[in-house]
């Protein structure tokens, strides 16, 4: 069985009562096709949908009964089920009514839709009415996508967070008693984006560093000291309880890894670290699809990097255990770091992306922005609201830790920016150069822990895994994901003139 899904959308002049109906068929992701395979002790969807006692209606409806709208068309491939940069949301709409001021958001009909099949062969159609002042501008994109993520949404220009509270990282994958059993030796720093891993589930292991990590530079245990870091490699467990696999929480803490492996530093690196007792700084990325742990440096006094000067990358390839040098430019026009609170493991200016180094250009310098340097070309551009004004900052800092995928960061506001235009937790999109804002809830239990709301340090797998997000023992699904995608044949716009409504279909088909 399939299924088939069908968009109706009909733009009312609600002065003049003219009618325009657009329809298109849409292609549904293998997002469900991809959670729902087994991945042992870090679960998946099935897990979810078991341990939280849902039906298989409930279960679709929990990951379709959200609508996103974008300004532009989504790439058109089934695999291609996560947010990316470059898209605006224009509006959503969740699985309820809304009469807030959010004006991206719209309401949910429920008595013009139908959950299971009424004998007009329509399984499922969901139907959302927007008003005039809600989801204006261009539509070229219309996906379905979990009800929770509706709620969250794609980023906004308003900071409206009047809708209902929902945590981002809610749909833990497995919640077993013993999922403690696949916690590894590490630093267990979860705050820390530097404790990053690799899943390589090709190969059924995990591979982290457990030497070369720390908050202090200058003295032995850092890189900057050893010129060196240790890998550690661990098999993936497959079931929360086996004879192969420990499920003690202790017990795994205190395993030893099945292999280990001594990178040393390059020697142009070494050359930039020679002197000593200098307070250094460092950033790390993991590249989860191509196994490529990326190390950036601030070598200089205080953990710096002058204006103009190199931004020098240590790429170990954890396939081959290799390492190469990448240089960027500091295109920014100031000195970035140049504060000693930069060499904590828990304190960061600078983030790499897949094509983007992102930078804060810190209040010494006499201002404060977010830049991002393109990686090939060089060009630095300065990221603001979407509605074009500065990023509004309220102390010298920007955050601690954040999640990166692609050319996106997901990050926490805590106390640096402005409440007011500025909500608790944002995206910054560096093909647009935006910051956006999203709704979800500051507490213990969703993205962060504390008063803080820091991040933990997860780890955003790929492939066939790209929708699972791991943090330790524990794995998430990743919320930015469609479960289908609408690409219109010609973008619509809809103004304050028009009221809207869209009938999303889903059909099954043999």
Not at 175 to 180: C, G, I, K, L, T
Not at 410 to 426: E, G
Request: aromatic share 10%; hydrophobic share 35%; proline share 3%.
């Amino acid at each position: 069985m399939r299924l088939k899904g069908h968009t109706k959308i009909e733009l009312t002049n609600v002065k003049t009562g003219e009618k325009k109906t657009y329809e298109k068929d849409n292609f549904v992701t293998n997002l469900f096709r991809d959670a729902m395979q087994p991945a042992g002790a870090y679960g998946d969807l099935r897990k979810y949908f078991a341990n939280n006692r849902k039906t298989a209606q409930e279960a679709l409806l929990d990951m379709t009964r959200g609508i996103v709208l974008f300004d532009t068309a989504l790439p058109a491939d089934p695999d291609a089920y996560t947010l990316p940069a470059g898209v605006n949301m224009t509006g959503r709409g969740t699985d309820a009514a809304y009469n807030g001021k959010d004006n991206t958001l719209g309401s949910y009909n429920a008595s013009e839709s139908v959950i299971d099949n009424d004998g007009s062969n329509v399984g499922y159609r969901f139907v959302w009415d927007f008003s005039t002042q809600q989801a204006n501008g261009i539509i070229k994109s219309i996906c379905l996508t979990p009800t929770a993520t509706a709620n969250i949404g794609f980023g906004k220009s308003n900071a409206v967070e009047d809708n209902n509270k929902i945590k981002l990282w809610e749909k833990e994958l497995e919640n077993s008693a013993y999922v403690e059993g696949a916690v590894y030796p590490g630093y267990d720093s979860r705050s820390d984006q530097k404790d990053m891993i690799w899943m390589d589930f090709a190969k059924n292991r995990l591979l982290r560093v457990t030497s070369g990590f720390t908050s202090n530079s200058r003295a032995a245990g850092s890189f900057f000291v050893d010129k060196s870091i240790i890998i550690s490699e661990y098999r993936i467990p497959i079931n929360n309880r086996s004879i192969f696999d420990s499920y003690s929480a202790t017990e795994r803490r205190n395993m030893s890894p099945a292999k280990t492996y001594t990178v040393s530093m390059p020697a142009e690196l070494m050359a930039l670290c020679a002197e000593t007792n200098v307070y250094r700084g460092f950033e790390t990325r993991t590249d989860q699809k191509n196994g490529i742990l990326s190390i950036i440096l601030l070598p200089e006094a205080k953990c710096s990097i002058s204006a103009g000067g190199t931004i020098y990358a240590w790429e170990i390839n954890l396939n081959t255990m290799t390492s190469t040098v990448k240089k960027y430019t500091n295109n920014t026009g100031y000195t970035l770091g140049n504060n000693t609170a930069y060499e904590s493991c828990d304190s960061h200016c600078i983030y790499e992306l897949d094509d983007y180094i992102v930078t804060y250009i810190p209040k010494s310098t006499g201002t404060q922005k977010i830049c991002c340097i393109n990686k090939a070309s060089g060009e630095c551009k300065e990221i603001h609201l979407m509605d074009g004004s500065a990023v509004p900052f309220k102390t010298d800092g920007f955050c601690n830790n954040c999640i990166r995928t692609g050319n996106l960061m997901i990050c926490a506001r805590q106390n640096s920016l402005d409440s007011t235009k500025v909500t608790a937790y944002f995206i910054i999109d560096c093909v647009t150069g935006t910051l956006k804002n999203i709704e979800c809830y500051n507490n213990y239990n969703s993205v962060g822990y504390g008063n803080s709301g820091y991040f933990y340090d997860y780890a955003l797998c790929a492939g066939s895994r790209k929708y699972m997000m791991i943090q330790n023992a524990r794995a998430f699904l990743y919320p930015f994901v469609f479960f289908t995608i609408n690409n219109l044949d010609t973008p619509i716009e809809k103004t304050d003139e028009q009221a809207m409504k869209i009938t999303y279909t889903l059909t099954k088909t043999e």
